[in-house]
């Protein structure tokens, strides 16, 4: 189900049940000339559709704009670059709103510079607004002093269950590391393109592909949406373990 289509009074049991809400969070960047902007963002999005079919999960909105930088091309070529302490801000309200509205059961979802886990500008955005405002959050309803309290004397004992306050918002990769070493990971080669040709087949014009001589994408002439699915399928499968 999609947070956008529903009514204020379907929100009850999403938050008494804890059905998980994902946002995706992506980019509008630069990806050659035959793959389209918003890839990292549909990667996201489709991934989430496809897991709304074997669980019950609700999609918010996504997050289009995202901390690009200019790493691949600049605005003349489509990026869009969001400064990371301007992004993180707008993470930090978003996830406040959800919080205090009493969703306790937050994911962000990424498709963007996470090659095997590593920890980029807006992946780490993402993380201090959710810790940040968590921290925030616990000052102000339990009071200053709240971990030192006996009735916290428990604490080290209860960071695993599901009520724990730092697992109300977790980052998550679209391709976990353990998906990216099994099939591949690149920008707008012959892995982005292929999950993305499984996903939104119309994003990807590999007759374009000549338009430019751009290292990145040489390989993207190997793509193939039967590999595309393999992708999807192991990103599923690490998901579905993930978002409870």
Not at 9 to 17: P, Q, S, T, V
Not at 154 to 159: A, D, F, R, S, V
Not at 203 to 216: P, T
Not at 223 to 242: A, H, I, N, P, R
Request: hydrophobic share 40%; with cysteine; glycine share 8%.
């Amino acid at each position: 189900m999609y947070l956008a289509n529903l009514m204020s009074g379907d929100l009850d049991r999403i938050k008494n049940e804890k059905i998980p809400v994902v946002i995706p969070v992506g980019t509008i960047e630069y990806h050659g000339p035959h793959c389209a902007l918003g890839c990292d963002t549909y990667v996201c999005t489709g991934l989430l559709e496809k897991l709304a079919e074997r669980k019950e999960i609700v999609i918010a909105p996504p997050v289009w704009y995202g901390v690009a930088s200019y790493a691949v091309g600049g605005p003349e070529n489509g990026t869009v670059h969001i400064d990371v302490d301007v992004f993180e801000s707008y993470m930090y309200n978003i996830l406040k709103s959800m919080m205090y509205g009493g969703f306790k059961n937050i994911y962000m979802l990424i498709h963007h510079q996470y090659e095997i886990g590593n920890l980029m500008p807006m992946t780490l955005a993402c993380m201090k607004a959710a810790k940040k405002l968590i921290m925030e959050y616990l000052e102000e309803t339990s009071g200053r002093g709240w971990w030192g309290s006996n009735s916290y004397a428990e604490y080290y004992e209860n960071l695993d269950a599901s009520d724990c306050p730092w697992n109300w918002i977790t980052t998550l990769p679209c391709m976990a590391p353990h998906v990216q070493e099994a099939t591949g990971y690149d920008h707008a080669g012959k892995f982005e393109c292929s999950i993305l040709k499984a996903l939104y087949p119309e994003c990807v014009d590999i007759s374009k592909l000549g338009q430019s001589d751009a290292w990145f994408i040489k390989s993207a002439s190997e793509s193939s949406t039967e590999l595309g699915l393999k992708m999807v399928e192991l990103s599923l499968e690490d998901l579905e373990s993930k978002i409870v």
